[in-house]
């Protein structure tokens, strides 16, 4: 049930400029909180970049990947993303990952370069395959890149 109101039937309404205003401010705000996330967003990815780009694999990482992998042979899987970064911060932006040029290791840099050594150094000789792919399109555009790393038996 509606409750009632005390509404002067005399008193003129809010005129359309008053409403206009109204809802060009609420639209203001919301430009200004969307700005906001906007540059919280860009400060994450800067920050993030910065690590990427200048640090080293960290043995906490590293004893991340052997933890995805053992997650997935429990779960009786033969593959696992054990790693993530934004194709951005490839040299080409991740174009040779997205169009599977055999040549897309020479496109990576920082931490995913380090990483990808380290699977040749210590990986591949296990018997793993590393595959680097696109793994979502923002706005049309690949996003991440996710490294994903295989166990499965050589198909005879």
């Not at 430009?31 to 540059?39: S, Y």
């Not at 992998?69 to 593959?79: H, L, M």
Request: charge should be negative.
């Amino acid at each position: 049930m509606a409750e009632k109101q005390n509404i002067d039937l005399d008193a003129a309404p809010a005129s359309a400029k008053d409403l206009r205003m109204q809802l060009l401010q609420r639209q203001m705000e919301e430009m200004e909180k969307e700005r906001q996330f906007k540059a919280v967003q860009e400060k994450k990815l800067t920050d993030f970049a910065d690590v990427f780009l200048e640090e080293h694999v960290t043995q906490e990482e590293v004893a991340v990947v052997r933890r995805l992998v053992a997650n997935a042979v429990r779960d009786g899987k033969f593959e696992a993303m054990v790693y993530s970064f934004p194709s951005s911060l490839c040299t080409d932006s991740g174009r040779a990952i997205n169009s599977a040029d055999r040549d897309w290791p020479q496109t990576l840099q920082g931490k995913a370069k380090e990483f990808y050594e380290r699977y040749q150094k210590f990986g591949k000789p296990q018997g793993f395959k590393l595959k680097a792919m696109i793994v979502n399109f923002p706005g049309g555009m690949p996003g991440d890149v996710g490294f994903f790393l295989n166990w499965a038996p050589d198909d005879s």
